[in-house]
């Protein structure tokens, strides 16, 4: 049995934990909104974000080496939301040709109204990262080709795997043009992506 200094050890870690979870999203948060803000134009100093959130510099050293560490993982905070977003989107249909367009529908909507200004920005900011920073970004690419392989499968696809991975380069790609071009994309633009992406399953089988 655990004694008493020990327990109350554990509650004051937990304690602290709760709290470093909080200063984390605080600064995640804060950061998404001042580069929201300052664009494509300028980048935001770490005293921007601090003031933002509402904590200290101390706060921000402590969870982060460098402002281009925070970067890294506000963009794979966003890629791991944005795959939850898919696929929850995906859930809501029966038959994977439907998953499959909802899978388009979701990623592709980065690019319209706000989102686009705010995938923009994180995504320049993200450009300035140095070799180290960015070989710590996880590929927004792999969570969101997961998503497929299940339709893929039930395609009959072959190699599912291998041809999410393609997909999911593909729309990235696809999603990059629409918003650097700073265009939005049409009903008639996700209808031929979704094809495309359907025919390319098909050529697997």
Not at 83 to 96: C, F, G, L
Not at 178 to 186: A, K
Request: glycine share 8%; net charge neutral.
């Amino acid at each position: 049995m655990e004694d008493l200094a020990s327990r109350i050890a554990q509650r004051a870690l937990a304690k602290r934990g709760a709290i470093y979870a909080m200063e984390i999203r605080g600064l995640l948060d804060a950061a998404l909104e001042v580069m929201r803000a300052c664009g494509t134009t300028s980048r935001p100093r770490v005293a921007d974000i601090v003031a933002a959130a509402g904590l200290s510099n101390e706060a921000f050293y402590r969870h982060f080496r460098s402002k281009d560490a925070l970067v890294a993982a506000l963009f794979e905070d966003g890629t791991e939301r944005l795959r939850n977003y898919v696929a929850h989107q995906m859930n809501k249909e029966s038959t994977p040709e439907a998953k499959v367009r909802r899978w388009v529908e979701g990623v592709i909507s980065q690019a319209t109204g706000e989102v686009a200004e705010t995938t923009r920005a994180v995504l320049w900011n993200a450009g300035s990262l140095g070799e180290d920073a960015a070989s710590g970004l996880r590929s927004a690419s792999d969570p969101l080709a997961g998503l497929l392989h299940e339709p893929f499968r039930q395609l009959g696809i072959e190699a599912p795997e291998f041809d999410a991975s393609l997909a999911a380069h593909a729309m990235i790609g696809t999603l990059s043009d629409y918003l650097w071009r700073r265009v939005q994309p049409t009903a008639t633009d996700i209808d031929r992506i979704t094809v495309f992406c359907l025919r390319a399953g098909a050529a697997g089988r």
